[in-house]
């Protein structure tokens, strides 16, 4: 019996037996090829400037181990720059499970901001409380101080080159910060009590900062536009501090001059994973989120006004036609069938993308922009349930290269599996040359099982755009046991990387064994950590 396999030059792949012709959608053949044949597409569009390469070309590369050290291939080193439970001011201290990493400059020479996401707690860790007890007030409010986000000074060493932590600096946004909602009022209120779920992220031309709130229903739980409750809370907390669903899943934009934050209603409700921006010539700008739940979408979202993402209009991605679907209330009769108004329809976005079509899609997480073609690259990390495990990288290019188009084309830029040497990329990162970084998420619980066996511990992968070895992902880092790497960011000289070790020693059960005992070694919990890598492997890459 044979089957003859035909992929088109752009978009569908066709299998014909005798006569029987069967059409697969591009997306789902990738898939099958990442996740079972383990073979690589890259750059598969007809304009693609990467070509084809064999992940068996002979290129340096740290060999998957399962150890518990945070293992670098040869010319790279690390220092450890904060670690949970560290002194950053008065009365405050570096927060759990650090994420998310951007920099900006202060003003001074060899000084920056550096702002850190802590996107989850661990109780165990935090608050000493194990699954099935009953917690305190105390231990709920010591779980609070521990999420949200660091903002801290950090400034560089003539001698070493290294950057180190200013001294009092830092300033923690948490739980129980107080933070306005920009332009508007959800659930009746100007404010919101808290900030959690703090992923990814991104910064502005105006120099702030931007924490996403991504998976929030563990600490109140979610409803629908109907009031029915979806998720329910299971971190105690509603026990003692009763607040709103609808006041979490937002943008926050944090002022690093001032220390001033607020939440943004207008790039809509969901989790999000980024909120990278784009600016535009007039000084508005173009913000790209993802919404990192498998089926669910890419949005986009246009300021109206210049320096400011407090208006404008939100945008979801129609990936089948290559369009964006405006969620603008008075432009989509659909939408005014089912919600009473435009802030409705932003807060329970998920509801008003389906409504109108949007793409389902593979968990997207990490959104970045190429900094010289300005296309769209999205990091889908997977999606179990349609059998996707190794997920992939998406590429977007707006029409005539104009982020305000309506229009877009998207192709499968990377796909994983045991073939291409990585699986599950999440953080997503271009240097000044173009070339693109990447970390990997498989889930904890997988790590060293089957289908995820060959790659070890979670990494970060190096990935050229151009030359002989262009497509090709190099691991370059991985990580302690339980832990994923997130957070790229490059110093602000150009010549290291900060990197988040987060939650090494996950799948701990008891405090007096830990399965990581990263990075302070003999006996220590382990504790998630900034670290700065150097090296003379790096400086090449870079440079």
Not at 6 to 11: F, I
Not at 120 to 148: C, H, W
Not at 469 to 484: F, M, V
């Amino acid at each position: 019996m044979l089957i003859v396999l035909k992929l088109s030059a752009y978009n569908c792949l066709e299998a014909t037996e005798g006569e029987l012709v069967i059409t697969f959608n591009r997306r789902d053949f990738v898939t099958f090829l990442g996740g079972v044949i383990g073979h690589s597409l890259v750059g598969c569009t007809r304009d693609s400037s990467v070509k084809s390469a064999n992940y068996s070309e002979k290129l340096p590369q740290l060999e998957s181990n399962n150890l518990d050290k945070l293992s670098m291939l040869e010319g790279l080193n690390y220092e450890v720059l904060l670690e949970w439970g560290q002194p950053i001011g008065k009365d405050i201290e570096f927060g759990f499970n650090n994420d998310y990493l951007a920099v900006l400059p202060t003003g001074k020479t060899d000084e920056s901001w550096l702002w850190i996401n802590h996107e989850y707690t661990n109780p165990l860790f935090v608050s000493g409380a194990k699954r099935g007890d009953t917690k305190t007030k105390d231990q709920i409010e010591t779980e609070m101080k521990s999420v949200g986000g660091s903002l801290v000074k950090i400034k560089r060493n003539l001698k070493t080159n290294r950057w180190m932590f200013v001294p009092g600096s830092g300033r923690r946004f948490d739980a129980k910060s107080e933070i306005p909602f920009a332009k508007g009022m959800v659930k009746n209120s100007k404010t919101a009590i808290g900030t959690m779920g703090n992923c990814a992220g991104g910064y502005t031309p105006w120099r702030t900062f931007l924490t996403c709130e991504e998976n929030i229903d563990g600490y109140y739980g979610d409803v629908n536009s109907k009031g029915k409750q979806i998720d329910k809370p299971f971190l105690q907390w509603e026990n003692f501090y009763q607040y709103p669903p609808e006041h979490y899943g937002w943008v926050v934009e944090i002022n690093p001059s001032n220390g001033k934050a607020k939440k943004h209603i207008a790039l809509g409700r969901f989790a999000h994973e980024s909120c990278t921006v784009h600016p535009l010539k007039d000084g508005r700008v173009v913000a790209y989120s993802g919404d990192d739940k498998a089926d669910e979408h890419l949005y986009r979202f246009v300021s109206s006004k210049p320096n400011s993402l407090d208006e404008g209009e939100l945008f979801v991605a129609d990936i089948k036609k290559g369009k964006w679907l405006s969620l603008d209330y008075e432009k989509q009769a659909k939408l005014q069938k089912n919600f009473k108004d435009q802030i409705e329809v932003l807060t329970f976005c998920r509801e008003a993308a389906k409504i109108l079509g949007a793409t389902p899609l593979d968990r997207p997480e990490d959104i970045e922009i190429h900094p010289k073609t300005g296309d769209v690259y999205v990091a889908l990390t997977n999606n179990v349930e349609r059998m996707n495990f190794h997920g992939s990288i998406m590429k977007l290019i707006p029409e005539n290269g104009d982020h305000e188009s309506e229009n877009f084309s998207a192709s499968d830029f990377l796909v994983g599996g045991d073939g291409v040497g990585f699986s599950c990329p999440d953080n997503l990162a271009f240097d000044a040359k173009g070339n693109l970084w990447f970390t990997t998420d498989i889930s904890g619980k997988l790590i060293g099982k089957p289908p995820y066996t060959s790659f070890g511990n979670n990494g970060l992968y190096y990935v050229a755009l151009s030359g002989e070895n262009a497509g090709i992902a190099r691991k370059l880092i991985q990580g302690p046991i339980d832990s994923e790497l997130t957070g790229i960011c490059f110093t602000p000289d150009g010549t290291g990387l900060f990197l988040s070790v987060q939650h090494p020693g996950e799948l701990t059960k008891d405090l007096d064994k830990p399965t990581s005992h990263w990075p302070r070694g003999g006996s220590e919990m382990p504790r998630p950590s900034v670290v700065e890598v150097r090296g003379p492997l790096l400086e090449k890459l870079l440079s």
